[in-house]
């Protein structure tokens, strides 16, 4: 089954910046025992205006993933470039918000950056810094108010601000507390399950009457639903490619130990998606074929040595692409 592209997607996901500078007390990113090929790095300006220049049909990027966007120094270059050709940009994936000029914080308005998810797992510099090491609540707070102040100034509603809560063992009484400071500061909050294996939720039916979810772990989700817990993610290799900082294609915003043995800067999207390797990964996904098939560029295939892959092939359950 031939799966060459044939119409190309609008959006992509382009790694701003894979450093980070909190150390958050499960994320693997600063584990040195991780043999990641992401590397450590910021997306050049250079790199993004001639990625926008020869894909003139990108309509939108996501510069959120493994590190903290605002890390990237030439931040406000890229984000004035995106405003002046019409692109949409987004940080949904998350930001950590700490380090952030005013400068920079005033571009976030001015050249109307579309939506920002803000990563707070509390409502206390207490609670926070449990798991957000070396992370200032209150400075997070200060940043929100003064990008709030610029929205006022410049009288738009823009960037939208979600308030990103994962529920953990430490910070479940601060639920509500959260709930409150997200109105206040105009923010919608968004609660999500951790992955941590470990977690039994303790306040179980405030919980769930306050998140609105119906699930608390990832456990009970995929238990209760049909499909598993960030299934969507899958999804990524057809509808929103991520890219590495330095251009390597990564296919979707987990892959981290492989890339797909092709730099879209070099070569340009299109090429970059029609390569076998990514071809194979389509057909993986849908159940087509299996590892015999592509074991002459399996090194290339992120998703071979992906716990969601593996998971798909031990439920025999596959994508369904229309």
């Not at 109307?112 to 409502?123: E, N």
């Not at 957000?132 to 108010?145: D, K, L, S, T």
């Not at 990103?164 to 063992?169: E, G, L, Q, R, T």
Request: aromatic share 10%; with cysteine.
């Amino acid at each position: 089954m031939d799966s060459s592209i044939t119409t190309m997607p609008t959006s992509v996901r382009i790694d701003a910046s894979t450093i980070c500078q909190l150390r958050c007390v499960t994320c693997p990113s600063h584990d040195p025992k991780n043999k990641w090929v992401i590397g450590k790095g910021h997306l050049k300006y250079s790199d993004f205006k001639k990625f926008i220049d020869n894909h003139d049909y990108i309509r939108s990027v996501e510069l959120s993933n493994y590190g903290e966007m605002f890390m990237n120094p030439e931040l406000i270059d890229i984000m004035e470039y995106a405003y002046k050709r019409n692109v949409k940009l987004t940080a949904e994936s998350g930001v950590n918000f700490n380090t952030a000029s005013d400068d920079v914080i005033e571009a976030l308005v001015k050249y109307r950056f579309s939506s920002m998810g803000v990563a707070i797992d509390g409502a206390s510099q207490e609670t926070y810094a449990k798991y957000r090491v070396r992370g200032n609540y209150q400075r997070v707070i200060e940043n929100i108010e003064k990008l709030n102040k610029y929205k006022k100034i410049y009288k738009s509603k823009l960037p939208k601000l979600i308030w990103k809560y994962v529920i953990m063992h430490n910070n479940e009484n601060d639920v509500v507390s959260a709930k409150e400071k997200a109105q206040q500061l105009n923010m919608r909050i968004k609660f999500k399950l951790t992955w941590d294996p470990t977690y039994e939720p303790k306040n179980i039916e405030m919980l769930k009457a306050e998140t609105g979810l119906a699930a608390l772990t990832r456990d009970e989700y995929n238990k209760t639903n049909s499909k598993r817990y960030l299934s969507h993610i899958c999804n990524m290799i057809w509808e929103t490619p991520q890219i590495n900082w330095d251009g390597r294609l990564l296919g979707c915003c987990i892959a981290a130990r492989k890339d797909f043995g092709v730099n879209v800067f070099e070569v340009g999207l299109e090429e970059a998606l029609n390569t076998l390797s990514y071809k194979y990964a389509k057909q993986l996904l849908q159940g087509n074929i299996t590892s015999d098939d592509v074991t002459d560029v399996a090194d290339n295939i992120p998703c071979l040595t992906c716990k969601h892959y593996k998971k798909m092939v031990k439920r025999d359950s596959f994508l369904v692409i229309n």
